[in-house]
Nanobody
Framework: VQLQASGGGLVQAGGSLRLSCAASGRTFGNMAWFRQPPGKERQFVASIDGTGRSTFYSESAQGRFTISRDNARFVMNLQMNSLRPEDTALYFC????????????????WGQGTLVTVSS
């Protein structure tokens, strides 16, 4: 296992969660969070470059979510605030050679997913 996502759970609308993605003893370059709502395709959420200085967000995540990374600890995080029921999904972390790639097919390393459920 190269990437392992954690931190999902059940939260009420308006609440917060912090997801983490641990890399197995190595640093990946460009990374991202995707999510897959029930019955829907995998969606881009946010991405970050290898230095952590360049980030990009989906329209839905902009202003509510913050992506960050700690290369010394081989961890990438997603702080999610003001959660909404429509944020309910299985969240995946992934790594790519491409910077800020928006499609799942551009990512070749994936974590196993962590479930986020937001109740209304």
């Amino acid at each position: 296992v190269q990437l392992q996502a954690s931190g999902g759970g059940l939260v009420q609308a308006g609440g917060s969660l912090r997801l983490s993605c641990a890399a197995s003893g190595r640093t990946f370059g460009n990374m991202a969070w995707f999510r897959q709502p029930p019955g829907k395709e995998r969606q881009f959420v946010a991405s970050i470059d290898g230095t952590g200085r360049s980030t990009f967000y989906s329209e839905s995540a902009q202003g509510r979510f913050t992506i960050s990374r700690d290369n010394a600890r081989f961890v990438m995080n997603l702080q999610m605030n003001s959660l909404r029921p429509e944020d309910t999904a299985l969240y995946f972390c992934a790594a790519s050679r491409r910077l800020h790639a928006l499609t799942a097919g551009s990512y070749d390393v994936w974590g196993q997913g962590t479930l986020v459920t937001v109740s209304s």
